[in-house]
């Protein structure tokens, strides 16, 4: 019987209440991770009465002070350039809507594809990617610097709440889709970063294997997400015109089928009917394309999946040759137009001084961070320094150039 059939049938992992989902929302596939099969915390906690332990991982996400900071981190645009522009924190809630959506319709564990998607950007720099290059410029000689791998480290030591630990004490599944919700790690073509070596040293996370179905929709729907909303976000900052969507084979049909069903709208309808055509049309590609790949695989455990030797949560190669255009325009008339760069490279310089000037300054930093570094270990403190700067909003960022030189790059 195939995924479809399957999924028509109600049939999951097997018969019984015990095999619905964690909410009782409908039985799980037989590929979906199965909390009963959890390789559990790195400290054991007794389970909670209420709530799943990948809904216990979501909450912790969504309740963690990294979490907040994202609402004043960059996605494209500066904060300060206007209230509607995407944040960090924003773009994260748009992918775990997305992500919730592609979970329930390929049978998966919703709440444990939602932490994922809440966390991914957790270990984001100020300014976005252009904080992320300057930080890894600054680190080369102590392991370099990768969102990807701070956001690894922000829930597993950096977050200082708990009594009886440090960072969140996630779910092995949690930090396992955290690390590899893009592909295996170690391997032909792939390259851990330091710190995820570092910690997997201690806590094996399975790098060489790909991860659960929950963790690729968590990153198939950041794919969904971004391009969509630099859309919007391109559209309103002035980086191109209607007539430029024309260029573009999937939006000038999208724009083409709202124009004629709607010759009279005002602009600000036009641009949202293209974004929800261009979501809907990417989700139900993202749907087709892999319930074929999990049909032709027929996976009977998350650990098959995780051994398949290719993701299976994937677009067709007629949309990704279609997505492959848009994101080619979307560099060049967003990611590259002259404002955007500008203020990138101002952004760049900020995080650049502000880690030179900690490095060679303890005492610059807070009391808090200067008490606690690892002053006889110079790694140990460049990563001291990027954890630091990593945490700070574009606005604190502001503030403690400010604070600390003469004059601060204008980024308007």
């Not at 979970?103 to 991914?120: F, G, N, P």
């Not at 990617?129 to 890894?136: K, P, S």
């Not at 997997?200 to 971004?226: K, R």
Request: charged share 25%; hydrophobic share 40%; with cysteine.
């Amino acid at each position: 019987m195939s995924i479809n059939q399957r999924r028509k049938a109600g049939q999951g992992r097997a018969p019984g209440d015990a095999d619905r989902g964690p909410t009782g929302r409908g039985p799980l596939a037989a590929y979906a991770v199965d909390e009963r099969e959890s390789r559990g915390r790195p400290i054991q906690e007794a389970p909670s009465p209420t709530r799943s332990a990948y809904a216990r991982d979501r909450d912790r996400i969504l309740h963690s002070t990294a979490f907040r900071r994202l609402n004043y981190k960059t996605q494209v645009f500066v904060y300060h350039e206007g209230d509607h522009y995407r944040s960090r924190l924003t773009h994260s809630l748009e992918v775990a809507q997305i992500a919730r959506s592609l979970a329930r319709s390929l049978q998966v564990d919703e709440d444990l594809t939602e932490a994922l998607a809440l966390a991914h950007d957790l270990g984001h720099p100020p300014f976005g990617h252009a904080g992320e290059r300057a930080l890894d410029a600054a680190m080369q000689s102590a392991g370099g610097f990768d969102h990807n791998a701070q956001s690894l480290r922000v829930v597993t030591a950096l977050e200082k709440k708990y009594a009886s630990f440090d960072g969140l004490n996630l779910t092995w599944e949690t930090l396992e889709g955290l690390v590899k919700h893009n592909g295996p790690l170690v391997g032909e073509g792939a390259s851990a970063p330091e710190p995820v070596l570092a910690y997997c040293a201690e806590h094996d996370l399975d790098l060489a294997t790909f991860a659960s179905v929950e963790a690729q929709v968590a990153a198939l729907a950041d794919d969904i997400a971004y391009n969509n909303h630099d859309v919007d976000d391109g559209y309103r900052a002035g980086c191109f015109t209607f007539a430029d969507l024309y260029e573009v084979p999937i939006t000038a049909r999208l724009l083409a089928d709202v124009d004629a069903a709607y010759p009279r709208a005002e602009d600000t309808r036009r641009l949202y009917e293209v974004n929800r055509r261009l979501i809907t049309a990417m989700v139900n590609d993202a749907i087709a394309e892999s319930r074929a790949r999990l049909d032709a695989l027929r996976p009977e455990s998350a650990d098959d999946v995780r051994q398949a030797g290719r993701a299976v949560v994937a677009f067709s190669a007629g949309m990704q040759t279609e997505l492959n255009a848009l994101r080619a325009f979307l560099f060049t008339r967003v990611y590259r137009h002259p404002h955007v760069m500008r203020v990138m490279v101002a952004a760049e310089a900020v995080v650049t001084d502000l880690f030179h000037r900690y490095a060679n300054d303890m005492d610059a930093l807070p009391p808090e961070w200067s008490e606690q570094a690892p002053a006889h270990d110079a790694p140990a403190y460049a990563r001291h320094v990027a954890d630091f700067i990593a945490g700070m909003t574009d606005r604190y960022a502001f503030a403690e150039h400010r604070r600390l030189f003469d004059a601060t790059p204008d980024m308007r």
